[in-house]
């Protein structure tokens, strides 16, 4: 089911044999290992071995450490880590866009942190998806996590800007959708299913054709719009495209989620080295900062067209 982020492309996140060649597999995931059990005469059975085992039975249970195996609880560890990155240099982006601008003025933003953040972002991640199947380094991870802060502060400054109080709006909302995720996926009352996936995925690249249009009639003039096709109204009601297109992104946002949760989950049955809950946490990070996007790109029209 890791057709959705490409952070999953790990094969320790789709089948279970795969893990046995991944780096250390056999060593690091536990699977295909013989499982050696005591043999031999009724001595086994004398009052040391017992002992022995009561005090085996009563110790904690092994953890992500112990074990060297990726955990659900670890990954959570790792994700709260990387977002603890991102607010830090979210808030550097935020102070560094705004400067020393008052209120009153409306010139003077700068771009450098939303620049940065976005076009190192995208290489950084672009480097951490396709070397992750030989090797994760949680390095650049933390890198990626830092320079995406920048760009979510950069770009949040300028909508705030112009928006007094749609940063707090969006995240807000962003915290509802990936809450209300969490609960429905924990639930069990929302799978991943292959049907669905595949729906997922054409509605991706369907998004993807219109995201790419817009920008080239925005950047040609064709469409003098704030946002382009999406600030045009629709037929239905006057609502205009961008929210409309909006509300169904967050929803395919949401999915991804859910199909985000499903590949650590199948990670974890699987065995999968330790070292994967990094990318675990990547690819959650991934996913949360295009649905606040999505979320803010849609209050902005909204308020907007009013």
Known sequence: MALNNPAFNSPAFQDPRAVKSYPGGPQAAGLGAQTQFATGSRAATDAATNAQLEGM??????????????????????????FAILVVTAV?????????????QATGLSVLPMILGGLGGFVLAMVIIFTSRKKVRPALIFAYAALEGLFVGGISAFFEFQFPGIVVQATLATLAVVGVTLALFASGKIRASKKATKIFMIAMFGYLAFSLLNLVLMWTGVSDSAFGLRSEPSPLFGIPWGVLIGVFVVIMAAYSLVLDFDSIQQGVRNGAPRQLAWMGGFGIMVTVVWLYIEILRIIAILRGSD
Do not use: N
């Open 57 to 82: 039975y009563a110790a904690p249970t092994a953890g992500a450490h112990q074990t060297d195996r990726m955990t659900v609880e670890d990954t959570v560890v790792k994700t709260l880590g990387l």
């Open 92 to 104: 550097v982006g935020w102070v560094w866009t705004l400067g020393a601008l008052s209120p009153a």
